[in-house]
């Protein structure tokens, strides 16, 4: 196996089916409302995820987190192309590890499940499937979990379940994992929104609690997330330093310029953020 250095960490990449049904006006209108301001582009946007897959690797990356809103609705037809395009990035598929978010849960409760089982199969041993998976990449242990739910395009929430909880607490106990990196990859930040309780219902983490609870018991683990389309970087604990990172979207990416891809670098189960890629 081989032993991962560097992480580059991109999200957010919306991307669109390329050939929209012409006889239903449906997917226009649910991805004109979830796309909110953003042109509906859908070759800028393959071009986008190329871009930043290309860019992690020559940074030097070993292995790349891409941590949800991979698709705009969740079609079957978008997560076709997703791995078309990502197909096209000459990445080793074991080298990948993909979360779904909200968007991808917008059409059906188990899109995700049948990409995995379809166009997203060589991807599926490295990704979110079953509770409690642990990819085991050396240095490194990844955690993806599936916080996405089949809701209304009108609600981004997501849910941490008791059962992740569990399954990942008793993962994490394991003393073989003492000197390695654990890290939690998960759409949505795992934070509330305080006392604002209805923007709590419609986009946050239901049980986000239970990640913080994870975070608490686990010096060492890290979250990996995406979901705000920004750069977030968060200590929790008194250990002084992030342990908490969010990467920008890589739809909101300008063409001509570097994209904005994360990069980590691994030193004795600490994963230390050394930036973006040049903006
Ligand atoms: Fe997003
Ligand atoms: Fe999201």
Request: aromatic share 6%; with cysteine; net charge positive.
């Amino acid at each position: 196996m081989r032993r991962v250095r560097r992480i580059a960490h991109l999200s957010d990449v919306h991307l669109l089916d390329p050939k929209p049904p012409r006889t239903t006006s449906r997917y226009k209108l649910a991805t004109g409302f979830v796309s909110l301001s953003r042109p509906l582009d859908v070759r800028a946007r393959a071009r986008k995820l190329y871009r930043a897959v290309r860019t992690a690797k020559a940074a030097g990356a070993d292995h790349i987190v891409i941590s949800g809103d991979l698709t705009e609705v969740g079609s079957d037809a978008e997560f076709e192309h997703f791995a078309e395009v990502l197909g096209s990035c000459d990445v080793d598929p074991d080298d990948v590890t993909l979360v779904p978010g909200n968007h991808d849960a917008y059409t059906t409760g188990d899109g995700w499940r049948r990409a995995l089982a379809g166009p997203l199969a060589r991807y599926r041993a490295s990704s979110a499937s079953e509770t409690g998976k642990l990819v085991d990449r050396g240095g490194v242990v990844f955690l993806p979990v599936d916080t996405s739910q089949f809701q209304s395009i009108a609600r981004s929430g997501g849910e941490f379940t008791r059962e992740v909880f569990e399954a990942i607490d008793r993962r994490l106990s394991d003393p073989a994992l003492r000197d390695v990196a654990p890290v939690l990859v998960l759409h949505h930040p795992p934070f509330g929104y305080g006392k604002n309780h209805v923007w709590q219902w419609i986009d946050g983490l239901r049980g986000f609690g239970r990640a913080i609870e994870l975070l608490t018991r686990h010096p060492r683990l890290h979250v990996l997330h995406g979901h705000l389309h920004k750069v977030v970087d968060r200590i929790i604990g008194g250990l002084g330093r992030s342990r908490v990172f969010g990467a920008p979207a890589t739809v909101d990416d300008r063409e001509g310029v570097t994209p904005r891809v994360r990069l980590y670098d691994v030193h004795g189960g600490v994963l230390e953020s050394v930036g973006l890629v040049a903006t």
